[in-house]
């Protein structure tokens, strides 16, 4: 018997049905579709998986099918290894074309993209990779890449239409496993809604009047989550596409009213791609030092500073408000993100593997393009930026003057006078703080000495930038245009 000829559409992080150039291609093709999205066991294994991502991509798939609805069509979730997935569904039907954009991913689903590659051209199965983010894929240099980035942000937004041909009923029996759906039972009260529809809320609020104080109150922890524009996490699941909110934005009618705000946020549009090709070119950044010279500086694991710090329980107030609102929201603004990872890294002496992993499970806006770069920047292992050593108290003191988002996260500061907020420590003379007053709520003395962490941080940092690191970085350079991105332009 003949097998019926089909496309696929596989989602990954694009959950949206406008400006998708897989899904305009399945529709642009006489042959019948399925669009689908794979849970993959393997991927729920690692440790920057959290049952949040998972929770929010499913929610955006339930929205995608509500508008899918009217045209006889739906996503398909489907749960197993995607080779086992494509395998099975070859059985049972011809796969011509599959339609997907080109993921920024981690290592293990760019093996795995490379496995499928070869499978797919052994059964003569054609894979169509779209690009997305402003991302080349195979390039030896990143001179001109600003200037290509912004001729994609400006180039039509795709219309997507859908019509109402004959669906495709597919047979692949693999339940969710009870376990996962018992971790999908999230208190999600806190976390901002998943979907196209939100996304484009959040883009129209943040444009009508929010960005009025964006950045002026960007740093603030408390006030940016109003001021900011909170579509972090809709780029990241693709609920919406970066050429759509350039192109919003920069067309809106109060961009010349608002320039400098505006401009402020499209500037960071363009570095959050540019973060992403980074991370393309060079897929070390999640286990690797980027400068192989930093993988020699030797740091003693102390698993009761990571543990407290994870906590919200170092004794400085910022950094314990910040862990506690990020675990409890999934959202928190970059300076305080950028504060916990130096803390971790340079205060604390502790390796940035041993943290990269913990907040990636917490951001809702989880990208691992953005995350591992940014996370090793912060931590001062690339060689080629600036180290900023953040002083906890400091950064306290200039963007919570007031204590405001110190006592929301911190409920046992809340009668804790404002001019001692910053540095209870010195206030309160007992061990634990309101001990006295309220044992349930004690707070703690710090964990070490700030000024003395610092100051060791800086020793050896500074001792360590060698000639022997030097040419760790020149080696990494070379290695990086011999091996890395020719493999990339090979598969």
Not at 23 to 32: G, H, N, R, T, W
Not at 125 to 132: A, D, K, L, Q, R
Not at 428 to 453: E, R, W
Request: aromatic share 12%.
């Amino acid at each position: 018997m003949t097998k019926q000829s089909i496309n696929i559409v596989w989602l990954k992080r694009d959950l949206r049905t406008q400006d998708h150039l897989p899904l305009k291609l399945a529709e642009d093709s006489d042959i019948p579709y399925i669009i689908l999205y794979f849970i993959e066991p393997s991927l729920l294994k690692r440790p920057d998986w959290s049952p949040r991502h998972l929770w929010f991509a499913l929610e955006s798939i339930k929205n995608i099918n509500l508008t899918l609805k009217a045209y006889n069509k739906q996503v398909e979730v489907l749960y197993s290894e995607a080779e086992e997935i494509f395998d099975s569904l070859s059985i049972e039907y011809q796969i011509l074309n599959i339609f997907s954009h080109i993921e920024t991913g981690v290592k293990e689903t760019w093996d795995r993209d490379v496995r499928l590659r070869n499978h797919f051209k052994s059964k003569r199965i054609n894979w169509i990779e779209s690009p997305t983010n402003g991302v080349i894929r195979g390039i030896n240099s990143r001179n001109g890449w600003d200037r290509r980035w912004y001729e994609t942000m400006q180039m039509p937004i795709i219309q997507n239409r859908y019509s109402n041909r004959k669906t495709v009923s597919i047979k692949f029996n693999k339940p969710l496993p009870k376990s996962l759906t018992t971790f999908l039972s999230l208190n999600t009260e806190n976390f901002q809604p998943p979907g196209e529809k939100y996304a484009w809320e959040y883009l129209s609020s943040f444009l009508v009047d929010r960005s009025e104080a964006y950045l002026s109150n960007i740093s603030n922890p408390s006030k940016s989550k109003k001021s900011c524009s909170r579509i972090s996490v809709y780029l990241s699941w693709g609920n919406i596409s970066s050429k759509q909110c350039y192109q919003y934005i920069k067309y809106h009618p109060k961009f010349d009213q608002n320039k400098r705000n505006f401009n402020g946020f499209l500037t960071r549009l363009k570095w959050r791609c540019h973060f992403m090709q980074k991370f393309e070119d060079e897929c070390e950044y999640e286990t690797r030092c980027i400068n192989r010279g930093y993988e020699l500086l030797e740091r003693e694991r102390n698993q009761e500073f990571i543990t407290n710090w994870m906590r919200g329980k170092t004794g400085f107030p910022m950094i314990d408000a910040s862990i506690r609102s990020v675990v409890a929201s999934g959202w928190l603004n970059f300076r305080m993100r950028a504060m916990l990872v130096s803390f971790f890294c340079h205060h604390l002496d502790q390796d940035w593997r041993d943290g990269a992993n913990f907040l990636a499970k917490q951001f809702l806006d989880y990208e691992p393009g953005i995350h591992f770069p940014q996370f090793q920047m912060q931590a001062g292992t690339t060689g080629i930026n600036t180290i900023r050593i953040y002083n906890p108290v400091k950064q306290s003191q200039d963007h919570d003057k007031e204590g405001v988002f110190i006592k929301e996260w911190i409920p046992e500061l809340e009668s804790c006078p404002v001019d001692s907020i910053h540095e209870p420590w010195k206030y309160f003379s007992s061990t634990d703080f309101f001990q006295d007053i309220k044992p349930h709520l004690a707070y703690h003395k710090p964990i070490i000495d700030h000024k003395i962490g610092a100051s060791n941080a800086r020793k050896k940092i500074w001792g360590h930038r060698s000639n022997d690191l030097v040419k760790l970085e020149k080696q990494r350079i070379l290695d990086k245009h011999t091996r890395s991105n020719k493999l990339r332009v090979k598969t």
